[in-house]
C-alpha cells in the first residue's frame, strides 16, 4: 500500500470514530487498535471523553492499550485534568488497564475524592493496580475516608478496592467501624466481612452489617 493510501485509510478511521452510528464507531475503534498507528492516539484519548456507549469506551480503551505506553501515559495524565468528568474517568480507567507504575504519583487525593463518582470510582481501582506496596496502607487509610460514600454501586467499587490491597486495610477498617455515622460503620464492617469471605455478595455483606451495627460494637467483632 502507498504512503498515500495509509494516510487515505487513517483518515477514514478516524472520521469513523466520529459517525452517529455506535456499530461504526466500534468497528473503527477495534480497527485502529489492530493496527496500531500514533497517529490515532490524540482522538482515541479525546473520543474516551464524549463517547456516549459504554462498550464503544471500552474499545477506545483496548485500543489505547495497544499503543505504546510512551505515547500514551503522557496524554492520559494530561487528561486526568480535564474539566470533563467523563475524561477524566476514563483516562484513568485506561491508566488501571496499561498499569504503567510510572502513572502513580498522578493519581492525587482530588482524584480519589473527586465529587463525580465515576470519577472517584476509576480513581480507586486505578489507585489499586498502580500503588507501590510501601504505599498501601496509606492508600487504605486515604480510601477509608469515603467509607459510607453513595448509593450501593459506588459502595461496591470502593470494598473491592480496599479489599484489593489485603490484609494491611484491617486496622484501617477496625477505626472505621467506631466512626459516629452509622453509614461509615455499616460499609466498614460489611467490607471488612467480604475480606473474610468473599463468596458473601455484597448485598448480604451490608444487611449482616446494618444488623451488626444496630445491635451494637459486641455483634461487629463476630
Known amino acids: 500500500m502507498t504512503v498515500q493510501g495509509q494516510d487515505t485509510d487513517t483518515t ?43 462498550y464503544v469506551r471500552e474499545m477506545l480503551t483496548w485500543a489505547l492499550t495497544r499503543h505504546s505506553p510512551s505515547l500514551t501515559v503522557p496524554l492520559l495524565l494530561k487528561e486526568l485534568r480535564s474539566e470533563r468528568a467523563q475524561g477524566r474517568s476514563q483516562a484513568l480507567h485506561t491508566l488501571s488497564k496499561i498499569a ?22 476509576a480513581a480507586w481501582r486505578a489507585a489499586v493496580v ?51 455515622d452509622p453509614r461509615v460503620r455499616t460499609h466498614a464492617v460489611a467490607t471488612e466481612r467480604l475480606l473474610r469471605n468473599p463468596d458473601a455478595g455484597f448485598e448480604f455483606a451490608i444487611e449482616e452489617a446494618k444488623r451488626a451495627v444496630a445491635l451494637g460494637p459486641t455483634s461487629q467483632k463476630g
Do not use: H, N, Y
Request: glycine share 4%; proline share 5%.
Open 100 to 121: 504503567d507504575p510510572q502513572a502513580w504519583p498522578a493519581i492525587t487525593r482530588e482524584l480519589l475524592f473527586d465529587a463525580d463518582d465515576e470519577v472517584a470510582r
Open 130 to 180: 498502580l500503588v507501590p506496596a510501601e504505599e498501601k496502607a496509606e492508600l487504605a487509610a486515604a480510601l477509608a475516608t469515603q467509607l459510607g460514600r453513595g448509593e450501593r454501586e459506588t459502595q461496591l467499587s470502593l470494598s473491592r478496592a480496599l479489599i484489593a490491597l489485603g490484609d494491611v486495610i484491617l486496622s484501617t477498617l477496625c477505626i472505621a467501624m467506631t466512626d459516629l
Open 12 to 54: 477514514r478511521a478516524l472520521q469513523a470514530l466520529e459517525d452517529s452510528r455506535s456499530q461504526v464507531r466500534l468497528r473503527a475503534a477495534l480497527a485502529v487498535g489492530t493496527a496500531p498507528d500514533p497517529g490515532f492516539v490524540d482522538k482515541l484519548i479525546e473520543r474516551c471523553a464524549i463517547e456516549p456507549e459504554f
